[in-house]
């Protein structure tokens, strides 16, 4: 976790950026929680059957930095996708595969970078994730968390 933390810090990730995140039920989405955390910034998570147009609509609302998500999934190339929306939206500037996240998880050439451990530390107002409605009847909604939901 610490190392994905510091591939994404990195990458230029910062407090309160949104990386929008596209993968199914597996152990590097639940690390995913933790890794964005720590670099301050919010994970945003949207359902596996969204396509090009729901995806198009959160990261140009949220102004997201990044799309994080599986190269294919069940027949439908997500990988595709999150590079079809780099293509249109100039402001998200990295779209990373399931691939090199399981890279960074391993520790291959990853360091871990100073400015993780030097982050202001997470406090209970700030946000933690960004969920959404399902948008059956019009556009999918934001609905914050923040890290005091989240605590026991």
């Known amino acids: 976790m610490q ?3 510091s591939a994404l ?3 230029g990730i910062q407090k309160d950026d ?3 995140v ?11 929680y933790l890794a964005i955390a720590q670099t301050g910034a919010l994970i945003s998570p949207v359902p596996m ?7 198009d609509y959160v990261v140009r609302l949220t102004k997201a930095k990044a799309f ?13 996708m999150g590079r079809e929306l ?5 402001g998200l500037e990295h779209c990373i595969s399931l691939e090199t996240v399981k890279d960074w998880a391993k520790g291959d050439g ?12 997470v406090e209970a107002n700030d946000s933690f994730t960004l969920c959404w409605t399902s948008g059956t009847e019009a556009d999918p909604k934001g609905c914050p968390m923040h890290h005091y939901l989240c605590l026991p």
Not at 49 to 55: C, G, P, S, V, Y
Not at 86 to 90: G, M
């Open 3 to 5: 190392k994905v933390a």
């Open 9 to 11: 810090v990195a990458l």
């Open 18 to 20: 949104i990386l929008i």
């Open 22 to 32: 596209q993968l199914p039920n597996i152990w590097e989405l639940a690390m995913l």
């Open 49 to 55: 059957q969204w396509r090009l147009k729901e995806l």
């Open 68 to 80: 994080i998500t599986i190269s294919e999934f069940r027949g439908t190339l997500h990988g595709e």
């Open 86 to 90: 780099r293509k249109t939206l100039p």
């Open 110 to 121: 990853v360091r871990v970078d100073e400015r993780v451990a030097e982050q202001k530390k």
